[in-house]
């Protein structure tokens, strides 16, 4: 996480938390760093504001996602699937508990998350439906371009000040994915 906001700094102009150093202790990392200006959304408040404020909250966001897509290819290339230091990548939607990759690209990061299993081992298991493995199978069999991506962009880590995003805050799942990943 710490090296990824040092790289996001460095190639974007997203505002991201300044870090001045790491600690661990206990087998636990603790960062120090910046404290953003404002708050994070929350469900509650989005639904109160005013069009005008969310167009100006999503035309920012819109902007930094821009600029992390514009971000070339991992210098460390192949692996292509990979956080900013080239190794594995964290994120909380896969059911694992652990860092996953890096991948040399999207069929090899794909079959770990069947499990190893092929596209119709892995739909028989589950019990889908032909319409269902078939859609498995064209997704699956798709090339996306692999791009740089916060990849848990979501209102918990948006911070804002009225209609102004004042940073993008956690970090640590970040790195080179397939274009479809953060959404």
């Known amino acids: 996480e710490v090296a ?30 910046t404290r953003l200006v404002g708050k994070e959304i929350d469900d509650r408040q989005w639904k109160v504001y005013s069009q005008e404020t969310k167009d100006a909250i999503l035309s920012q966001l819109r902007s930094f996602i821009t600029q992390l897509r514009q971000i070339g290819p991992p210098p ?6 990979c956080n900013v230091l080239g190794g594995p990548i964290m994120d909380h939607r896969l059911c694992v508990d652990h860092p996953y990759g890096p991948y040399r690209d999207e069929e090899q990061m794909n079959l770990q998350i069947r ?4 596209v ?3 739909a ?6 032909k319409e269902v493995t078939e ?39 970040a790195g080179w994915l397939p274009a479809h990943w953060e959404y």
């Open 124 to 129: 028989e298991i589950g019990k889908f439906p």
């Open 135 to 173: 859609l498995i199978r064209r997704s699956h069999d798709l090339r996306h371009p692999i791009v740089f991506t916060h990849n848990d962009i979501a209102m918990r880590n948006i911070m804002i000040d009225g209609d102004r995003v004042t940073g993008l805050i956690d970090w640590e799942c």
């Open 120 to 122: 119709d081992r892995f």
């Open 4 to 33: 990824t906001m040092k790289f996001v700094r460095q190639h974007t102009s997203i505002p991201v938390p300044k870090v001045f150093g790491v600690l661990r202790y206990r087998g636990r990392q603790y960062i120090f760093m």
């Open 76 to 81: 460390q290339s192949p692996p292509f699937i």
């Open 115 to 118: 499990q190893g299993l092929t």
